[in-house]
Structures are given as C-alpha cells and as structure tokens.
C-alpha cells in the first residue's frame, strides 16, 4: 500500500518523501512541476501530471494500491493570490476536487492536507489556537479555507476522513544537503537572507522597525521543515488506526523577530549581510505565532530541530551546495 504525496516535488513536499522512504514506506508522487523540481525528489514513483486532468488521475490511481494521501499541491504566494485570485482558485480548489472525487472513485478514505495559519487572517490572540476565528485576508488563505470546508462535507457524504494542518512558515533543509528550498520568485525571509550572504543580493530588508515587539521588527514562527514533515507523518498514522477527522496548528510557540533570524543568520554564516530598514508593509501584522499544543498533547508531535541556529545551519548548508538552486 503506498502513500500519495501531491506536490511531493516541491519544497515541503520533497522533504516528506524524503521522510517517508526512511521509514520505508511506498511512496507515490505527483506534481505538474511548475513550482517543483524533478531533482528534489529522492525516491518513489513520479508522475508528471495536474490534479486537474481526471484522465490523469485515474492512470495514477489504477496503477498504484493508495491507502492515503498527504496534499500539499498549490500555488502559496499571497502577494500574487491577490493579483491572480482566480488562478488560486482554479489550481488550488478545483484541483483538490478533482482529487477528491478520484480518491473515492477509488476507495481511497485518508487524507491529510497541508493548510496555512493565513486561514485565520489577523488573529486576536497570539499564540493562535484553533478555535480561533478563520477570517482569511488573501485569496491564498481563502483557497486553503475553502479546500477545508470541502474536506468537512466529504466526510459526511463520502467517509473521507481528514487531518488538516496550518502553520506559517517553514525553513532548513534535509540533513543530507541534497534536498532544500529553491523557489522562483524566492519570497522566504531566511533564504533570501541566505541569498544576501551567498553575495546573491546587495541586502535584506526590514519592513518597519517601529511595532509592539522587544526590537521593533516583526515577530514569526519558523519550524523546521524536517519536524513539519514528520508531523504529516504522524497524521497519516492517526487515520491508520481509524481515529477521527482534526485540524492542528504547528509553530514554534514563541516566534522569532526579523532582526534576531538576520543576527542569527550572521553568526551561522560567518557574513555581515547588509540590512536595510524600510517602511512597514500593509496588513502585516506585529506577531504571527501558532500554538502546537494541541498536536503535541494528541499525536506526540516533538519537534527535533526547534532552535532557529539550527534551522539557519541547515538551509546555509543546502544554499552553499545549491547556490543557482536545483538543476541550474
């Protein structure tokens, strides 16, 4: 029985594949590769495809014995959701849909999705748990709220049962260094600092240094990608034993400020990085942090790689190896 991983060959994708092949589970991929890299992916079977085509999913599904399936297949940039909202839409719910429908043609009963904090736009308390209100402020958010909504009524008609987990940003790299995070635009705050050591980038900037934080600058979560992929794991193994539909959160629990990842990303990389202070962007809120405490109490998620130096370390040395990135 093999395992589907959709986007398996993008960034958090690839990095549960890889996660998946060390247990040795069967691991099924599939991704249109418009975002992904062929060369991410470390093992398993690949198909090249778009959860859109349904003549493509059905070869997938006919070919290969599915027992669950992890989704992370979508487009992720909120600054271009909301130039392109349909686009969102067309690949990120409609083609959940499309693979909906194919898994219960084919009897396939698990899946975990991978959902973004941004579900909750600005959230009144912080850490954010998750009975906070979802009131997304981007296309990107609204899409990945929507997929949720959709996955609560397949359960009632179709007994898909559903893990979903939201987070907020995810950073580092394999430990093998073969593996890292390579997007194109590249919107991440530690690689394009990475970027700016590497002499890629003249600086980073620091959009605003005036809000309700201990320096000023804005405070996020950071979890490393390794931990994240092995959350998905434990979720898959909490649909095996027959356990009930849920929505965790993952963060860090106390978050990490623009300044300190730049202070730390100078320690870890030995460079200066030049920075710059610029005004605030609008909507950003002062402190983004999500509470795992849910998870953690329920499916003994423990996070391995929790300091941000580490987690620097990691992606510094997947950025060194792979400074134009895979394939280039």
Same mark, same amino acid.
């Given at each position: ?5 959709? #986007?398996?060959? #993008? ?24 975002? #992904? ?47 392109? %909202?349909?686009?969102? !839409? ?30 909750? @736009?600005?959230?009144?308390?912080? %850490? ?30 179709? &007994?898909?049962? !559903? ?21 194109? %635009? ?73 300044? @300190? ?21 609008? &909507? ?38 792979? %400074?134009? @990135?895979?394939?280039?």
């Amino acid at each position: 029985m093999a395992i589907l991983v959709c #986007g398996g060959a #993008g960034y958090i994708g690839s990095h549960t594949v890889a996660a998946l092949l060390e247990k040795n589970e069967e691991v099924v991929i599939i991704d249109h590769l418009e975002k #992904g890299h062929k060369e991410a992916v470390l093992g398993g079977k690949l198909y090249i495809g778009d959860l859109r085509d349904t003549e493509f999913l059905d070869k997938v599904f006919a070919e290969n014995k599915i027992e669950a399936v992890i989704h992370f297949a979508a487009f992720s940039l909120v600054g271009e959701s909301m130039e392109e %909202p349909f686009k969102y !839409y067309d690949n990120n719910v409609y083609g959940t849909l499309r693979l909906l429908e194919a898994m219960n043609k084919y009897h396939v009963k698990k899946i975990v999705f991978s959902s973004t904090a941004a579900t909750y @736009g600005e959230p009144k308390r912080v %850490p954010i748990k998750e009975e906070e209100e979802t009131i997304p402020t981007n296309p990107y958010g609204e899409t990945k709220l929507a997929v949720e909504k959709i996955l609560k009524w397949g359960e009632v008609a179709y &007994g898909i049962n !559903y893990i979903v987990l939201r987070y907020f940003n995810v950073a580092g790299a394999h430990k093998s260094g073969k593996i890292g995070e390579d997007h194109s %635009p590249e919107t991440h705050l530690i690689p394009i600092i990475l970027q700016v050591a590497l002499g890629k980038r003249e600086k980073i900037m620091i959009y605003g240094e005036d809000y309700p934080t201990k320096d000023g600058s804005c405070i996020r979560d950071y979890i490393h990608v390794m931990d994240l992929a092995d959350a998905h794991i434990l979720a898959v193994d909490k649909l095996r034993k027959g356990d009930r539909s849920a929505t965790y959160n993952l963060g860090n629990g106390e978050g990490f400020s623009v300044k @300190g990842v730049i202070e730390v990303a100078r320690k870890v990389t030995g460079h200066a990085i030049p920075a710059e202070v610029a005004g605030r962007r609008p &909507g950003d809120p002062a402190i983004l942090i999500a509470s795992s405490e849910k998870i953690i109490t329920e499916l003994g998620w423990n996070p391995k790689h929790a300091s941000l130096e580490e987690i620097i370390a990691s992606a510094w040395k997947w950025h060194q190896g792979h %400074p134009d @990135g895979y394939g280039k």
